[in-house]
């Protein structure tokens, strides 16, 4: 009898952005994958492909040099394919890195890779414990292009990462300007992305980053922020179809 390994637990195949496929929209409040209109991208899910990129886009980072020893940032890689049209992406969380120059040892789609650019909106106004004062700077879109309004304390609570500009929003922000141009919008085949924490040799360790990939164990997932922003981005229903839009 052939002997199988038992999974370890906790470790999952392909992680999940933003939810599950069977969520209700909190733009629409339709259920994304069961109701009508049904959401092109009901999920933002990795893959194994990505989980390689991503992680060889670290390591050449890494081998560089070039980020300090007390580094901590996230890296993320994102492909996306929209009317037959194919997008390869990639970005990182802090600013004081270009990572530009490091997309050519990614060997997945070798030389196909761009930096995702778009500006996120940022916070404003907002104290530690209060942010009744607090507003956007700056206008969120879903991957269609279309204006969406995120609530900053969702539920009533402050989700102090809504002030992030994490990778993923990086991407999805980059994509949605790239699908707003005239023509680009159409069927959607696929999104998925893959993220990453960086944490230089003597940064110090932030174990609520890490993940629950099977191919790093910094293969990160999202973060409470991202949970929160990117369901709203990935909403491609039309506003005709929103009650209160």
Known sequence: MVKIAPRKPGIVTNLQYGGDASDRCPRCRYVRNR????HSVPVVVDSAQLRNAVGELF???QASGKAADDAKFMLG??????RGREYYLAACSSERIDISSYLK???YRKGQWEV???QVPSVEGQKPDDWSGAHWVGQWKTIKGERVDIPLTPGGAIVPELAMPC???RLLAELSSRLSQPGAWGAVE???MSEQYYVGKDARSSGKWQGKGNTCSWTAHSCAGCNVRIPYLICDVGSNWIENP
């Not at 109701?35 to 049904?38: A, E, F, I, K």
């Not at 890689?77 to 929209?82: I, P």
Request: charged share 25%.
């Open 167 to 169: 990778a993923a929003m």
């Open 35 to 38: 109701d009508r209109p049904q």
């Open 116 to 118: 995702a650019k778009a």
């Open 59 to 61: 390591h050449a980072i």
């Open 190 to 192: 696929h999104v998925r």
């Open 77 to 82: 890689v994102l492909e996306a394919k929209v």
């Open 105 to 107: 040892g990614i060997t």
